[in-house]
C-alpha cells in the first residue's frame, strides 16, 4: 500500500512543467512535490514560493540524493531522458 500522499521530486522545472504539470499536481491529494531541479537556482526559489515547493535543488545528484523524496518525474528535456531514468533507477 503507498503512502498518501506520495512525495515527488521533480527533476527539470522548463515552462511546460510550470504551465500544465505544477497547476494540476497543486489540485491533487495523491501527491506532495517536495523538490524541484532547476540549473539557475534563482529561477528555482521563485517557482517553488509560487507553489509552495519546500525545497530546491541545482542538480540532479541533490535531488535524488534527498531521503524524502518517494518518486520523481522526470522533466527534462527530450535528449536528457535516458540518463536521466538511468540515474533514477541506480537510487531505486
Same mark, same amino acid.
Given at each position: 500500500?503507498?503512502?498518501?500522499? $506520495?512525495? &515527488?521530486?521533480?527533476?527539470?522545472?522548463?515552462?511546460?512543467?510550470? =504551465?500544465?504539470? +505544477?497547476?494540476? @499536481?497543486?489540485?491533487?491529494?495523491?501527491?506532495?512535490?517536495?523538490?524541484?531541479?532547476?540549473?539557475?537556482?534563482?529561477?528555482?526559489?521563485? $517557482?517553488? &514560493?509560487?507553489?509552495?515547493?519546500?525545497?530546491?535543488?541545482?542538480? =540532479?545528484?541533490? +535531488?535524488?540524493? @534527498?531521503?524524502?523524496?518517494?518518486?520523481?518525474?522526470?522533466?527534462?528535456?527530450?535528449?536528457?531522458?535516458?540518463?536521466?531514468?538511468?540515474?533514477?533507477?541506480?537510487?531505486?
Amino acid at each position: 500500500m503507498l503512502k498518501q500522499p $506520495i512525495k &515527488l521530486g521533480i527533476l527539470g522545472c522548463g515552462s511546460f512543467v510550470q =504551465r500544465r504539470i +505544477l497547476p494540476i @499536481l497543486k489540485t491533487l491529494s495523491s501527491f506532495s512535490v517536495i523538490a524541484i531541479q532547476k540549473r539557475n537556482s534563482q529561477e528555482a526559489k521563485q $517557482i517553488a &514560493l509560487k507553489y509552495n515547493i519546500p525545497k530546491t535543488v541545482s542538480t =540532479r545528484e541533490e +535531488l535524488l540524493n @534527498l531521503n524524502e523524496i518517494e518518486t520523481v518525474l522526470v522533466a527534462t528535456t527530450n535528449h536528457m531522458h535516458e540518463d536521466d531514468v538511468l540515474a533514477c533507477a541506480k537510487y531505486s
